[in-house]
C-alpha cells in the first residue's frame, strides 16, 4: 500500500465525519431564515389586520363597519357586499389570515378594542367600540415547526405579532 492510498482513504473517512455537521448547519441555516420570514410575515399581517380595522370604523360614512359599533354607527344587514358587519370581528380575522398563508396552517388571530395591555383573546377594554378615535390591536400568532430542532425531540415554538393602531373612520 503506498502513501497516496492511505492518503485518499484518510481523506475518505474525514468527509464522512464532516459531511453530517455541514449539512446540520445548512439545514439549520435554512431553518433560521424560515423564521426571520415567518416573523416578518406575521407582522405584515398584523399590520394590515389593524389597518383594516381602522379604516372600517363606526363613522356614519363608513359602509360595513367591524368591531364593537359606535352609538352613531349605522350597522347593515350582511349581505353580498358587507359579508360581516359590526359587531364581527371576522372581516379583521380573515385580513390576517390571508396576510400570514404559508406560514403555517394554525394562525391565531385577536382583536381587541380599547387600551388593552396584551390582547390574548377578543376581549375588549370596558366601553371599546369602533369609533374614532379607539385603540384596535390586532396580534397574529403561530407555530413554526423547524427541522434541526425536530432531530433531538423538540416541538416548533410560537412566534408573535401585535400592531396597535388608532380608528379613523
Given at each position: 500500500m503506498t502513501r497516496s492510498d492511505r492518503s485518499r482513504g484518510q481523506a475518505m473517512v474525514e468527509f464522512a465525519l464532516v459531511i453530517p455537521i455541514f449539512i446540520l448547519l445548512m439545514v439549520g441555516l435554512f431553518d433560521l431564515g424560515r423564521v426571520v420570514w415567518v416573523n416578518d410575515t406575521l407582522a405584515t399581517a398584523a399590520r394590515e389586520a389593524a389597518r383594516f380595522a381602522i379604516v372600517h370604523g363606526g363613522s356614519e360614512g363608513t359602509l360595513c363597519p367591524v368591531g364593537p359599533p359606535a352609538t352613531t354607527a349605522?350597522?347593515?344587514?350582511?349581505?353580498?357586499?358587507?359579508?360581516?358587519?359590526?359587531?364581527?370581528?371576522?372581516?379583521?380575522?380573515?385580513?390576517?389570515?390571508?396576510?400570514?398563508?404559508?406560514?403555517?396552517?394554525?394562525?391565531?388571530?385577536?382583536?381587541?378594542?380599547?387600551?388593552?395591555?396584551?390582547?390574548?383573546?377578543?376581549?375588549?377594554?370596558?366601553?371599546?367600540?369602533?369609533?374614532?378615535?379607539?385603540?384596535?390591536m390586532v396580534t397574529v400568532t403561530s407555530v413554526v415547526d423547524l427541522s434541526v430542532p425536530s432531530l433531538v425531540g423538540f416541538s416548533g415554538f410560537s412566534l408573535s405579532a401585535t400592531s396597535t393602531m388608532l380608528v379613523n373612520h
Amino acid at each position: 500500500m503506498t502513501r497516496s492510498d492511505r492518503s485518499r482513504g484518510q481523506a475518505m473517512v474525514e468527509f464522512a465525519l464532516v459531511i453530517p455537521i455541514f449539512i446540520l448547519l445548512m439545514v439549520g441555516l435554512f431553518d433560521l431564515g424560515r423564521v426571520v420570514w415567518v416573523n416578518d410575515t406575521l407582522a405584515t399581517a398584523a399590520r394590515e389586520a389593524a389597518r383594516f380595522a381602522i379604516v372600517h370604523g363606526g363613522s356614519e360614512g363608513t359602509l360595513c363597519p367591524v368591531g364593537p359599533p359606535a352609538t352613531t354607527a349605522v350597522i347593515p344587514a350582511p349581505g353580498p357586499g358587507c359579508l360581516f358587519p359590526s359587531p364581527s370581528r371576522q372581516a379583521i380575522k380573515d385580513v390576517a389570515q390571508k396576510w400570514a398563508a404559508g406560514t403555517s396552517a394554525n394562525v391565531t388571530v385577536n382583536v381587541c378594542y380599547g387600551v388593552v395591555s396584551s390582547c390574548t383573546s377578543d376581549t375588549d377594554a370596558a366601553n371599546a367600540t369602533n369609533a374614532r378615535g379607539m385603540q384596535v390591536m390586532v396580534t397574529v400568532t403561530s407555530v413554526v415547526d423547524l427541522s434541526v430542532p425536530s432531530l433531538v425531540g423538540f416541538s416548533g415554538f410560537s412566534l408573535s405579532a401585535t400592531s396597535t393602531m388608532l380608528v379613523n373612520h
